[in-house]
Antibody
Framework: VQLQESGPGLVKPSETLSLTCTVS??????????WTWFRQHPGKGLEWIGN???????SYSSSLKSRLRISVGSSENQFSLNLRSVTAADTAVYYC???????????????WGQGILVTVSS | DIQMTQSPSSLSASVGDRVNITCRAS??????VNWYQQKPGKAPELLIY???SVESGVPSRFTGSGSGTDFTLIITALQPEDFATYSC?????????FGQGTKVDIK
């Protein structure tokens, strides 16, 4: 399984950040996994942004919920992130990943994309 | 939201040393803790899930322990490739927050 983020590396303040994660090796439509976005501000720790379960619901970070949408694309191999009204505080490396849930052990992410740096600046 | 407090924030160690990194959850989360390793400019790699289950392909010198609120990642006999940042994450309840990370560097 491989994941690859794509999208603009520069976004203007107040605009919408749109990223796509392309998955190869296992179609999203096969089900059973949580397709997840993380981010990491420069020099900081990891932040879980949210996820989408194929054919099911999405879950979002409390702090981003009002501006965020994560969805599975029309292609069975892609899911996306849309973050509205961005500010400089949204400048970060964004990662997509596949989450697997194991009963009584929780959800963990073995497969990650390489990450994409998104800078918010005019 | 569940908060994860990780310590220490950094440590210096030598090849062959035993390293302990701890994480404390703000509430009981059972076994719902993962540990990741991250090297500069790279994506995180999953080491441990479910507090103590070692991910396939991860060397046996990495072990995890704990339950409830207190968790530990142990690296026995530190190797040169182990110098990196380690982060815990809870998956008991969204948002799946991480600890602040522990940077392990060479003494």
């Amino acid at each position: 399984v491989q994941l690859q983020e794509s999208g603009p590396g520069l976004v203007k303040p107040s605009e919408t950040l749109s990223l796509t994660c392309t998955v190869s090796g296992d179609p999203i439509s096969s089900g059973g996994y949580y397709w997840t976005w993380f981010r990491q501000h420069p020099g900081k720790g990891l932040e879980w942004i949210g996820n989408v379960f194929y054919g099911g619901s999405s879950s979002y970070s409390s702090s981003l919920k009002s501006r965020l949408r994560i969805s599975v694309g029309s292609s069975e191999n892609q899911f996306s992130l849309n973050l509205r009204s961005v500010t400089a505080a949204d400048t970060a490396v964004y990662y997509c990943a596949r989450g697997q849930y194991r009963a009584a052990l929780g959800q963990a992410h073995r497969y990650w994309g390489q990450g994409i740096l998104v800078t918010v600046s005019s | 939201d569940i908060q994860m407090t990780q310590s220490p924030s950094s440590l210096s160690a030598s090849v062959g040393d035993r390293v302990n990194i701890t994480c404390r959850a703000s509430q009981n989360i059972g076994l719902y803790v993962n540990w990741y390793q991250q090297k500069p400019g790279k994506a995180p790699e999953l080491l441990i899930y479910g507090a103590s289950s070692v991910e396939s392909g991860v060397p046996s010198r990495f072990t995890g322990s704990g339950s409830g609120t207190d968790f530990t990642l142990i690296i026995t006999a530190l190797q040169p490739e182990d110098f990196a940042t380690y982060s815990c994450q809870q998956s008991y309840q969204t948002p799946y927050n991480f600890g602040q990370g522990t940077k392990v560097d060479i003494k």
